[in-house]
């Protein structure tokens, strides 16, 4: 079933106020390291909220380790500012994108394209 049988992907959460508590929805064992390692796809996160509080969430992966995936977080989203963080990514993809031009009235070839180029 998937993709990749024996593909691992790890990740990193981190919210701007610290969790209550963490409940393993389906079996699985924090080890000794500061990083809970779960067998499970599914925990709850609790965290005591005031009345219309706000909690931001940052999350990175990586198909390589857990300490990649820190790695990651702090290289890609060191701050808290959603929307500079929105605004760097916006710039950066049309600065790879204004480096080719297509020329077409096709908007679904344009589309295609852009597309296509997205995945690679």
Do not use: C
């Amino acid at each position: 079933m998937g993709w990749a049988r024996d593909q691992k992907v790890y990740f990193v959460a981190e919210f701007s106020k610290p969790a209550k508590g963490i409940t393993y929805l389906q079996p699985g064992e924090p080890d000794d390291s500061k990083m809970p390692r779960i067998a499970a796809r599914y925990a709850r996160v609790d965290f005591d909220m005031a009345e219309g509080e706000q909690l931001l969430m940052k999350v990175a992966l990586s198909p390589v380790s857990i300490e990649g995936a820190e790695a990651n977080l702090e290289a890609e989203l060191p701050g808290w500012n959603f929307e500079a963080t929105r605004l760097a990514a916006d710039k950066a993809w049309n600065d790879e994108l204004s480096k080719v031009r297509v020329e077409t009235a096709d908007d679904a070839a344009s589309v295609s394209y852009y597309t296509a180029l997205y995945h690679t």
